[in-house]
């Protein structure tokens, strides 16, 4: 297993007592799959920004889609919820949107619910009744019904996959923790643009907002 119970330590956490070791009872633990849909995997076809990306792209299909394929099926065998939240406006010309997503810049998402961009990728379709809740704003909880979700089906624990770290990731951690869920973030089922801003972005949310952990320490919990 990993040394999660000390890594990812920020300066407000450096002399911390290290944590319990994680507690995941299937009946009470959601996994989370956040936002890992097909328009995050399109290469552009600019070759200088393809290449400014391809770190990204490159984490992306060798760890955290692979990584968190096997995370879902291991959730799906424990017992465990397997969610889904994606953006996706409802209108065709994204009116109901959130302001994040209509400000220029890349955080300028026009996804409406049914065209293809904005679907999970094929690896990490919904299965059977799994629900899929639709976003317009970075929190999975602050445009949608997943707290009424999770409530009602007596979930105390989520475990969070997906991207960005530093964006969807992080606000979805923050909501879900001012909510008193534990939260758990796979380190290696999630990407940010960078590893860096990945590295830094779980430093800042570990041990207040959540427990980052590798998936074999998740595997390891039950």
Not at 14 to 32: F, H, K, M, R, V
Request: aromatic share 8%; glycine share 4%; proline share 4%.
């Amino acid at each position: 297993m990993s040394d999660w119970k000390t890594a990812y330590r920020s300066f407000y956490y450096q002399g911390a007592e290290e944590p319990d070791d994680l507690d995941l009872a299937p009946s009470e633990t959601a996994l989370l799959v956040i936002d890992i849909q097909n328009t995050y995997l399109e290469v552009p076809d600019d070759k200088a920004e393809a290449a400014r990306w391809k770190p990204f792209f490159d984490r992306m299909n060798n760890i955290v889609i692979p990584n968190t394929v096997t995370l879902a099926n291991w959730a799906r065998k424990a017992g465990v919820e397997v969610i889904f939240a994606r953006i996706a406006c409802q209108t065709e010309d994204g009116r109901d949107r959130s302001l994040s997503q209509k400000k220029p810049g890349f955080n300028y998402l026009l996804l409406p619910k049914d065209r293809e961009d904005s679907q999970m990728v094929p690896e990490l379709a919904p299965q059977g009744d799994e629900i899929c809740v639709l976003k317009t704003t970075d929190s999975a909880l602050t445009g949608t019904n997943l707290r009424l979700i999770l409530r009602n089906m007596g979930i105390r624990n989520v475990i969070v996959a997906g991207i960005f770290t530093d964006q969807c990731i992080s606000s979805s951690v923050r909501s879900l923790a001012d909510e008193s869920f534990n939260v758990v973030v796979v380190e290696d089922c999630c990407a940010a643009a960078t590893d860096d801003l990945h590295d830094r972005e779980l430093e800042i949310i570990n041990m207040i907002y959540c427990h980052v952990v590798q998936s074999e320490d998740v595997f390891a919990s039950g």
